[in-house]
């Protein structure tokens, strides 16, 4: 199984909103990443979690938040967004390699399609 | 610093024929080279990936990639298209002591005619 799942599909929020994006994977990764991507774009890289530690945070404004409560499971808080941060919001998993120079794939979820009005 | 650059905007091939969507990386170590598909409103698919070894790699759906460290290239290919393979093609590289950090090229829009 090389799924993982994200919700929900779509989300609609008001500047002023605070709401949370879930992503869950049962392939058993110590790895968990944040993406955004734009439309005909490349994914951007946002955050990364290794063994449920922030390991990379690419400069992120603070209205995003990401939590790792588990090692399946990884969520993106979002509060006070700009509509600027529509986009299609993608999380990945990977293994990681015992000396932490894995060669793994990252496997990728459907996405959340966010829109901020 | 690692880079990637696909340097079509979209590739048009007629079914049957064969595809290839070109890639070029920089890395200033070994480096570590994948190939995704993304259909519309979907996520990233695994398609490929050049760790070491024999610099020509089979991945899923009778795709494969040539690794060519003088040229820097990782070219994917697939000898008959279908129509099916319409879709949007990123190549991405890691660095070896760039962590788990992937960068990725811009993409590449593949249209296969019927």
């Known amino acids: 199984d090389t799924e993982v799942t994200q919700t929900p599909k779509h989300l609609v929020m008001g500047m002023t909103n605070k709401k949370s994006l879930k992503c869950e994977q049962h392939?058993?990764?110590?790895?968990m990443y944040w993406y955004k991507q734009k439309a005909k774009k490349p994914p951007e890289l946002m955050f990364v979690?290794?063994?449920?530690?922030?390991?990379i945070n690419e400069s992120v404004p603070s209205r995003f938040s990401p939590e790792c409560p588990n090692s399946s499971l990884l969520n993106l808080h979002l509060h006070a967004l700009q509509p600027e941060d529509s986009a299609l919001y993608l999380c990945?998993?990977?293994?990681?390699?015992?000396?932490?120079?894995?060669?793994?794939?990252?496997?990728f979820g459907p996405g959340t399609r966010l829109t901020v009005t | 610093a690692q880079s990637v650059a696909q340097p079509e905007d979209q590739v048009n091939v007629a079914e049957g024929n064969p595809l290839t969507v070109k890639c070029t990386y920089s890395?200033?170590?070994?480096?570590?080279l994948f190939w995704y598909v993304q259909y519309p409103n979907r996520g990233l698919q695994f398609l490929l990936k050049?760790?070491?070894?024999?610099?020509l790699v089979k991945g899923s759906y009778g795709f494969e990639a040539e690794f060519n460290k003088s040229q820097t290239s990782f070219h994917l290919k697939k000898p008959s298209a279908l129509v099916s393979d319409s879709a949007l093609y990123f190549c991405?590289?890691?660095?070896?002591?760039?962590?788990?950090?992937?960068?990725f090229g811009g993409g590449t829009r593949v249209l296969v005619k019927p």
């Open positions: 392939m058993g990764h110590r790895a």
């Open positions: 991405a590289v890691r660095d070896e002591a760039a962590g788990n950090k992937l960068t």
């Open positions: 890395v200033s170590g070994n480096p570590y």
């Open positions: 990945a998993s990977s293994q990681e390699g015992t000396s932490g120079r894995d060669t793994y794939e990252q496997y």
């Open positions: 050049y760790i070491t070894g024999d610099n």
């Open positions: 979690y290794s063994y449920e530690k922030l390991s």
